[in-house]
């Protein structure tokens, strides 16, 4: 089993008798998607054209190949999918976590974005906003953003902050902050986190907004669901395949205005934080685990060899 780019099974292509499983997280960026305010430079074009050629090769020449979740397995061309399962990564959730108790109401809500990066694939840039805005309706609350600046992206607005400032502004979170000052002065960073603390301080926010623009599936988003997360997202791609509307979580449409609203209901009624908190830990862990997710590998396993012996018989 091979990551596409990292480790890209095509060398290895009828050098070997084993089943060769390629994973590909996504196709291309073409494919993925990428906000035109913050566009690539031409020689990203051109790489971006020859990573989704080097892709598409190794879903017609592996046994097998594995996507994180269905929305990435729908930008590949529908001749090519007939070889592509989905299932995403087992996390090690049994050891830790503890459900949420009712909230604490004689304090301010905590509403917090997490994100590896702060991209604006990852909708930080409208987290800044919604903030800068809930500021303006004077909302009492804490705000948190987990996650490193200046870090490589699903994206290209690093690119774009370099070409825009030559320099004077460091990356994309600082960029945003000098866009929306009010944002901050209240947004609270905590950089990256060792993973024992980054787990402790999602169990400790009351509301996560994750409002996802491109992406394919983001162990974060899993990571903030099994531990009992609160969690807005949008109403499409790969977000609404692990939040059932009103059950486990909430799906919003593109809109500032929804976004807004619901936030206000969700901060007056912590007993609905509290049942979508613990809706998300259970879907979670049952379906993430682990110790659910390794059989299904294993399974996958079996398939690339019986895929591998199907294709040498028909030669």
Same mark, same amino acid.
């Given at each position: 089993?091979?990551?596409s780019?990292?480790?890209?099974?095509?060398?290895?292509?009828?050098?070997i008798?084993?089943?060769?499983?390629?994973y590909?997280?996504?196709p291309?960026?073409?494919a993925?998607?990428?906000?035109?305010?913050?566009?690539?430079?031409?020689?990203?074009?051109?790489?971006?054209?020859?990573?989704?050629?080097?892709?598409?090769?190794?879903?017609?020449?592996?046994?097998l190949?594995? @996507?994180?979740?269905?929305?990435?397995?729908?930008?590949?061309?529908k001749?090519?999918q007939?070889?592509?399962e989905?299932?995403m990564?087992?996390?090690?959730?049994?050891?830790s976590?503890?459900?949420? @108790?009712?909230?604490n109401?004689?304090?301010?809500?905590?509403?917090?974005?997490a994100s590896?990066?702060?991209?604006?694939?990852?909708?930080?840039?409208?987290?800044?906003?919604?903030?800068?805005?809930l500021?303006?309706?004077?909302?009492?609350?804490n705000f948190?953003? $987990?996650?490193?600046?200046g870090?490589?992206?699903?994206?290209y607005e690093?690119?774009?902050?370099?070409?825009k400032y030559?320099?004077?502004?460091?990356?994309?979170?600082?960029?945003l902050?000098?866009?929306?000052?009010?944002?901050?002065?209240v947004?609270?960073?905590?950089?990256?986190?060792p993973?024992?603390?980054?787990a402790?301080q999602?169990?400790?926010?009351d509301?996560?907004?994750?409002?996802?623009?491109?992406?394919?599936?983001?162990?974060?988003?899993?990571?903030?669901?099994?531990?009992?997360? @609160?969690?807005?997202?949008?109403?499409?791609?790969?977000?609404?395949e692990?939040?059932?509307?009103?059950?486990?979580?909430l799906? $919003?449409?593109?809109?500032?205005?929804?976004?807004?609203?619901?936030?206000?209901?969700l901060?007056?009624?912590p007993?609905?934080?509290?049942?979508?908190?613990?809706?998300?830990?259970?879907?979670a862990?049952r379906n993430?685990?682990?110790?659910?997710?390794?059989?299904?590998?294993?399974?996958?396993?079996?398939?690339?060899?019986?895929?591998?012996?199907?294709?040498?018989?028909?030669?």
């Amino acid at each position: 089993m091979a990551h596409s780019l990292w480790g890209a099974p095509h060398f290895i292509y009828n050098e070997i008798d084993a089943a060769v499983i390629s994973y590909i997280e996504f196709p291309s960026y073409h494919a993925h998607g990428w906000d035109p305010a913050y566009p690539p430079d031409l020689a990203q074009r051109l790489a971006d054209k020859n990573t989704e050629m080097l892709n598409f090769h190794q879903a017609l020449c592996s046994d097998l190949v594995i @996507c994180p979740s269905q929305h990435a397995k729908k930008m590949f061309p529908k001749p090519l999918q007939v070889n592509i399962e989905v299932q995403m990564e087992g996390f090690k959730f049994d050891q830790s976590g503890q459900e949420k @108790c009712k909230p604490n109401t004689s304090k301010p809500i905590s509403i917090g974005f997490a994100s590896r990066d702060l991209s604006s694939a990852k909708g930080f840039e409208i987290y800044v906003r919604l903030v800068s805005k809930l500021i303006a309706r004077d909302t009492k609350a804490n705000f948190f953003a $987990l996650g490193g600046a200046g870090e490589s992206t699903y994206g290209y607005e690093e690119q774009w902050v370099s070409r825009k400032y030559g320099g004077a502004v460091a990356n994309f979170r600082d960029h945003l902050l000098r866009k929306y000052p009010s944002a901050a002065d209240v947004i609270q960073f905590t950089g990256k986190l060792p993973y024992e603390a980054f787990a402790k301080q999602i169990e400790e926010i009351d509301i996560f907004l994750y409002p996802l623009q491109y992406g394919v599936a983001n162990w974060g988003l899993i990571e903030i669901l099994g531990r009992g997360g @609160c969690v807005l997202a949008p109403n499409r791609g790969y977000a609404a395949e692990l939040i059932k509307n009103d059950v486990n979580g909430l799906l $919003l449409p593109d809109d500032d205005a929804a976004w807004l609203d619901a936030i206000a209901d969700l901060q007056a009624d912590p007993e609905r934080r509290l049942r979508y908190s613990r809706e998300a830990r259970a879907m979670a862990r049952r379906n993430y685990s682990m110790h659910a997710v390794a059989p299904k590998y294993m399974k996958l396993f079996e398939l690339s060899v019986n895929n591998r012996r199907a294709r040498l018989k028909d030669g």
